[in-house]
């Protein structure tokens, strides 16, 4: 099977309640961990490359990995999406060069000039056979290059989505609802605390959801930044070294009430890094005469990949559905 867009994905995961997991990739180990979970679960995937993953590794290497995990996984559709593309000319480049599926973000800009740009986009991407994700609304958080400093972000005017759409062809749309980037979503002053003293985030707003739903019928949704940032990863990292006081991320049960609705797309990336960062450190705590990288990276690897399966049972309810 060849890489795919995410249209039938998309329309699939909107009639049968799911969603599809957009997993970050860096590197070999993070594609391999993704693929051979959604492989043996028989889950369909997106593979995305962040515009600081491509700095980092390199565009034709993270193509032809990914290339690979298509081989080594004919029997599942992989989509290959560019995160948080911020020009034209690097949405332009990775279409040119083998995306199936770009996101423009110009969520920062004023709605005529994202409407603009955004239009600019879809044009040339479905001339090539590309979909295009587009955003209304700004999260919080820091994520690679993405930042938005908490108390600047701004929820989706669900009364703007209509003409967006309308206007701009996009094929999907990444709203804000209260999801936020990074691995610190919430400011302890936004959360409570249980018996646990851990931080219990702000719900999600299901009622901006629930608006665009009425107002897009049938359209897919696409939610970033919606990590949960697992607390054994967290303690793991600190008890081995790491200082990560109060990393909260988003209830889990919350994200897969979002999947039964609209929601056909959510984003994950701080998790993959806290399950690879946590167990490297502990590996490294547990065996500090050794050095070759392949042995702290083959229980990286295995981290990433029990946790994106976790993902894709109890979270996306995608598994079986390639």
């Known amino acids: 099977m060849a890489l795919v867009t995410t249209k039938e994905m998309f329309a699939k995961a909107y009639d049968g309640g799911y969603a599809i997991g957009a997993f970050n990739v860096n590197n070999m180990e993070i594609v391999q961990g993704i693929t051979e979970a959604a492989g043996e679960l028989r889950s369909p995937v997106i593979l995305q490359v962040s515009k600081g993953a491509r700095a980092y590794a390199n565009h034709t290497y993270l193509v032809k990995l990914v290339e690979a ?12 999406h560019l ?18 599926s770009v996101m423009i973000d110009a969520s920062s800009k004023p709605f005529e000039e994202n409407i603009a740009l955004t239009r600019m986009v879809v044009e040339y991407a479905h001339d090539h056979g590309v979909v295009v994700e587009a955003e209304l609304g700004t999260l919080a958080g820091v994520e690679d290059e993405v930042a938005v400093e908490h ?54 707003r299901f009622d901006v959801l629930h608006e665009c739903i009425k107002r897009l019928p049938g359209f897919p949704i696409v939610l970033h930044g919606s990590s949960s940032v697992p607390q054994e990863f967290v303690q793991m990292v600190n008890q081995y070294g790491g200082n990560m006081p109060d990393a909260i991320g988003i209830p889990e049960d919350q994200l897969r009430e979002a999947a039964k609705l609209a929601v056909c797309k959510i984003n994950i990336d701080s998790d993959i890094r806290l399950a690879m960062t946590g167990n490297i450190r502990k590996y490294f705590a547990e065996h500090p005469d050794h050095f070759d990288p392949r042995q702290y990276l083959k229980p990286a690897r295995q981290a990433v990949k029990d946790m994106v399966a976790h993902k894709i049972v109890h979270v996306l309810g995608s598994d079986g559905k390639a």
């Open 69 to 80: 995990a298509i081989i080594e996984n004919p029997e599942i559709p992989i989509a290959l």
């Open 83 to 100: 995160d948080h593309g911020d020009t034209f000319e690097l949405c332009k480049n990775c279409i040119d060069g083998g995306f199936t």
């Open 151 to 204: 108390g600047k972000e701004s929820y989706t005017h669900p009364e703007e989505v209509e003409e967006f759409v309308s206007r701009t062809g996009c094929d999907s749309l990444a709203i804000a609802i209260g999801t936020s980037h990074g691995a610190y979503k919430f400011k302890a002053s936004q959360c409570t605390r249980n018996a646990d003293g851990i931080l219990v985030p702000p719900p999600l």
